[in-house]
């Protein structure tokens, strides 16, 4: 006799009850979120957040590229700095100006700008957001932005109860005094820890705060399933008008694979492809117009320990720049996805110089060079490397041969990024590798080449050129823009023919969007940071 | 016994997360832009006991806790439980699911199976359940994804949402379970059917299904209970790598990513939450054997 399957038993009864009791758990389970009915009459833009969640919303506490894109649409700052044209722009001030010392700057805000609440925003609000940077109890991470401002240093000290340089002198209008001058102050306050926030929310929310921001910008915040994704709404009010995309939302998806089923899917549009995704999409003739390239703010390179041998000798660092074919590593190991370095400036900043060559590939020099120093026949030295794909462990393998064929043994050792950095601190090394510095000022990158910033102030490399010092130390009291691209250009020329790096590459980072997403621009601080607001939607099927 | 043994694995818990290196305030800035402000992070360090000797970390991790406060992570500026709680509700959704596609498929196999032994439905079934245990989760993910969402477009690949989100991952993450009850159910049925009262059962005439599903299929419960509780703990308690592929914001990746940025307050709680739960299936899985079998009494 053959079995039946709905027998009317005991033994049954207890898998099937055990089943249902499991489903309706399920369904409860899944009651518990609110399904939110899709409004198809919205535009609604998909993007993707490859990092992880974003933790935290409030602009002070965060530095992390997947909180700063969102927090760059919900809050405002006073200046914005336009990546592409390489100029700042105004934003909730209208108008500013510095004294001939560089020491005082005035701001006049912008009228009839309203926070989300519905607030307007005032000249005591920027005074109060600035002093919540800085101040100590707030716990924040980034507050040493901030720290040029007269009485700053009082204030975090807790010797005083306001910051003295900040002054409010009227509804709209401030002035902020400076301890000593920097070049790029304005360019800090375009930092998204500088934004303007209602005083009255942070109170009223406390530390959720930020977990529901309330800003100024053309997005509001709407909703956030931790870990999942975030939506942001259009600010209809907004002194620009509306932006043109209704709903912003990010997707949070760190596996690559899964990102690009999803893009395939339709389901996300646009997104940062990673170095093993690069020559799919670019040999795809679908999606190979689609492409967003370009040379990112960061130079990946080895630096080595000027102070210590072989590496105190100039003609040794020179050596490994000729010996090294750094085109051919790039075609190769990097499949295309990186722009050969020149230099120490990527094309993308301001002052690079398009005279400058760099090293050639040129091994014969680097023997002769070698042999000029003293080691004929040659040495070994140990890079420090994280397992980062283009600046780690797999370029220290690709460039041994290189160094061998000249008579150097290279010695790899695989530290993770943050013992490599201690490391590099603290001097314990004699070479290692990285990729710096992000930042859109070429002050901020010949600084690292000061001799007053060794270790932890970017100068790991303990190199010291006087005239670099010097031409650094010009820099800093220069207003006029010509002046400081000319002596940043003389600053770097210095330092590459003293190569306490060897020059690797500038970074290609890389956007892929479907054919309806307009707006995308090549952001060399990092591409992920697209201005939100100005994305559209057009013909999209 | 609970006690025990919640102090011994936060301890352990505790102790490699001293011992591997890495500074917990690192995790406040992007590597890429730069590092943080050594006196940001001096005052970070002061703030959340970080300059503590560890001995008395971990004491004051254990006095809140026991009444009842995990602490508070600063990369988050939110408290531990709050961030677990908000994560709870995906992992129990998708650990239900996979649960019931494992039992509402794997039982009834297995018994299928086991009834058949021999046969080609064994034969087949249980060459399924073998690819079943044995294909990684990554690929069978990326599989269904590639089809059902890239090919035929029917479903989304990946993310969190409407019951439509919940299929590819669930049906990834039941498998293997699924596989697992099934082989284990047909060996339990199996074991009971050669015993002397099915024997005496079928000899007297009884009809073949009701030999099969009240006499046999209720001494088999028993085991088969067992894996059920055992793969329900992991179920319930976060799958990192079907949460990875399919963007699933559980508690599974939550930990992951906690180690990776040394944010021990988190992964304390995550490892608590996990030993709680496994105590909560435990018991459950106690109460069902009193139930199905008469003669094990609760209590002593």
């Known amino acids: ?541 | 016994m609970l006690l025990p043994l919640v102090v011994g694995i936060t301890l352990v818990t505790f102790v490699l997360m001293n011992v591997i290196p890495g500074d917990p305030t690192i995790s406040l800035m992007d590597p890429k832009r730069g590092q943080l402000d050594p006196q940001a992070a001096e005052r970070i360090r002061q703030r959340w006991g970080l300059n503590d000797p560890a001995y008395l970390q971990y004491l004051k991790f254990l006095f809140n806790a026991v009444r009842g406060d995990l602490g508070f992570s600063f990369r988050f500026n939110q408290p531990v439980t709050r961030i677990i709680l908000e994560r709870f509700p995906a992992t129990l959704e998708l650990g239900l699911a996979a649960l019931v596609i494992a039992t509402a498929v794997g039982v009834p196999g297995g018994i299928a199976a086991a009834v058949r032994q021999g046969g080609w439905l064994d034969a087949s079934l249980m060459g399924f359940c073998v690819a079943g245990v044995s294909m990684p989760v990554f690929w069978l993910g990326l599989l269904l994804m590639y089809l059902f969402a890239v090919k035929l477009g029917v479903l989304p690949a990946g993310g969190y949402g409407s019951p439509s989100f919940l299929v590819l991952p669930s049906l990834t993450l039941g498998l293997s379970s699924m596989a697992m009850l099934s082989r284990m159910t047909r060996s339990a049925m199996l074991e009971v059917l050669r015993q002397d009262y099915i024997r005496t059962a079928r000899s007297k005439g009884l009809a073949e299904r009701v030999v099969v599903y009240k006499h046999a299929l209720r001494n088999a419960l028993v085991p088969m209970v067992t894996v059920m509780g055992v793969q329900a703990g992991w179920l319930l308690t976060g799958a990192v790598i079907t949460e990875n592929v399919f963007g699933w914001p559980g508690v599974g990746r939550l930990l992951v990513d906690c180690i990776g940025q040394r944010d021990l307050p988190v992964v304390q709680g995550c490892v608590l939450f996990t030993v709680g739960m496994f105590a909560l299936v435990n018991l459950v899985v106690d109460v069902l054997y009193a139930y199905i079998d008469p003669r094990i009494r609760l209590g002593r």
Not at chain 1, 155 to 179: D, M, R, W
Request: charge should be neutral; charged fraction near 25%; hydrophobic fraction near 40%.
């Open chain 1, 1 to 541: 006799m053959r079995a039946g399957w709905t027998g009317r038993r005991q033994g049954v009864w207890l898998v099937a009850l055990l089943a249902a009791v499991l489903g309706v758990a399920l369904v409860a389970a899944s009651c518990t979120r609110s399904a939110a009915p899709p409004q198809p009459k919205e535009t609604r833009l998909t993007r993707v957040d490859l990092y992880g969640d974003p933790e935290n919303l409030d602009p002070i506490l965060k530095d992390k590229i997947t909180a700063l894109v969102l927090n760059s649409a919900i809050f405002e700052q006073l200046l914005n700095y336009d990546v592409v044209e390489k100029k700042l722009t105004a934003e909730l001030a209208t108008k500013w100006s510095a004294s001939p010392d560089g020491l005082t700057y005035t701001f006049e805000l912008r009228q009839g700008a309203k926070f989300h609440n519905g607030r307007e925003i005032k000249a005591d609000d920027v005074k109060y957001s600035f002093e919540r940077l800085l101040n100590p109890d707030n716990m924040s991470p980034l507050s040493s932005t901030l720290a040029s401002i007269k009485g700053a240093k009082e204030f975090t000290e807790k010797k005083a109860t306001e910051v003295a340089g900040i002054k409010v002198t009227g509804p709209y209008s401030l002035t902020i005094e400076l301890a000593e001058p920097d070049p790029t102050f304005l360019l800090r306050l375009t930092n998204i820890c500088c934004s303007v926030v209602p005083k009255e929310e942070v109170q009223r929310l406390g530390a959720d705060f930020g977990m529901k921001p309330v800003g100024s910008g053309p997005y509001k915040f709407d909703s956030w399933v931790k870990d999942s994704k975030v939506v942001l709404k259009a600010n209809k009010e907004h002194w620009a008008g509306p932006p043109k995309t209704e709903v912003i939302e990010t997707v949070i998806v760190k596996e690559a694979a899964t990102r690009d089923a999803m893009f395939a899917a339709g389901q996300i549009d646009y997104m940062l492809i990673g170095d093993p995704q690069y020559l799919k999409y670019k040999n795809d003739p679908k999606w190979a117009n689609n492409l967003v390239e370009v040379p990112e703010l960061y130079t990946r390179h080895i630096a080595f320990n000027c102070q210590k041998p072989p590496f105190d000798n100039k003609l040794v660092r020179q050596a490994i720049n000729y010996a090294i074919d750094r085109k051919a590593l790039v075609d190769t190991l990097l499949q295309g996805k990186a722009y050969p370095a020149t230099g120490l400036f990527p094309p993308t900043l301001m002052g690079y110089d398009p005279e400058l060559k760099g090293y050639s590939y040129d091994p014969e020099k680097a023997k002769a060079l070698l042999k000029e120093a003293g080691y004929a026949k040659g040495f070994e030295f140990e890079i420090v490397c994280t397992s980062h794909p283009a600046w780690g462990l797999p370029v220290v393998e690709a460039i041994q041969p290189y160094l061998e064929a000249v008579g150097i043994k290279v010695k790899p050792v695989l530290a993770e990024w943050g013992v490599m950095i201690d490391r590099g601190n603290s001097g314990d090394f004699q070479a290692y590798m990285y990729s710096v510095c992000g930042a859109v000022h070429p002050y901020d990158w010949v600084l690292l080449f000061h001799s007053k910033s060794f270790g932890g102030a970017g100068n790991r490399m303990r190199y010291s050129n006087p005239e670099v010092d010097r031409l650094v130390d010009q820099m800093k009291v220069t207003t006029d823009e010509s002046e400081m691209v000319r002596l940043a250009r003389e600053a770097e020329k210095i330092i590459v023919d003293d190569a306490p790096w060897w020059f690797f590459n500038y970074n290609k980072a890389v956007i892929v969007h479907q054919p309806w997403v307009k707006g995308l621009i090549p952001n060399p601080v990092d591409m992920d940071y697209q201005p939100l607001d100005k994305l559209s939607i057009e013909g999209k099927p």
